[in-house]
Nanobody, 116 residues
Framework: QVQLVESGGGLVQPGGSLRLSCTTS????????MSWYRQAPGKERELVATITSDGTSTNYADSVKGRFTISRDYAKNTVYLQMNSLKPEDTAEYYCKVRVLARNYWGQGTQVTVSS
């Protein structure tokens, strides 16, 4: 079955960096686009970044452009989110997502807190 496991979250000061990982299994990683979402308390879940199946194209929410980078490692079946210049408003639970056979699969999430 499809499984997504996020890791790498934590507490970081404003201006700091974190790298999130999403390790996947149960589907052909190289054939599917991957996405990162986030959800802050009291807010709707929002799309942060997407990378195509072949890794040649990426898209970002305006709020993270120039600060976040999504990438993927086909040998490890893992997608990453490098987050730099973090701001308090980046505080949220971060989830990775894949759509396989018309169904969305989500990981359990990893918490990112940006605070001094």
């Amino acid at each position: 079955q499809v499984q997504l496991v996020e890791s790498g979250g934590g507490l970081v000061q404003p201006g700091g960096s974190l790298r999130l990982s999403c390790t996947t299994s149960g589907f052909t990683f190289s054939r599917h686009a991957m996405s990162w979402y986030r959800q802050a308390p009291g807010k709707e879940r929002e799309l942060v970044a997407t990378i195509t199946s072949d890794g040649t194209s990426t898209n970002y929410a305006d709020s993270v452009k120039g600060r976040f980078t999504i990438s993927r490692d086909y040998a490890k079946n893992t997608v990453y989110l490098q987050m730099n210049s973090l701001k308090p408003e980046d505080t949220a639970e971060y989830y990775c997502k894949v759509r396989v056979l018309a169904r969305n699969y989500w990981g359990q999430g990893t918490q990112v807190t940006v605070s001094s």
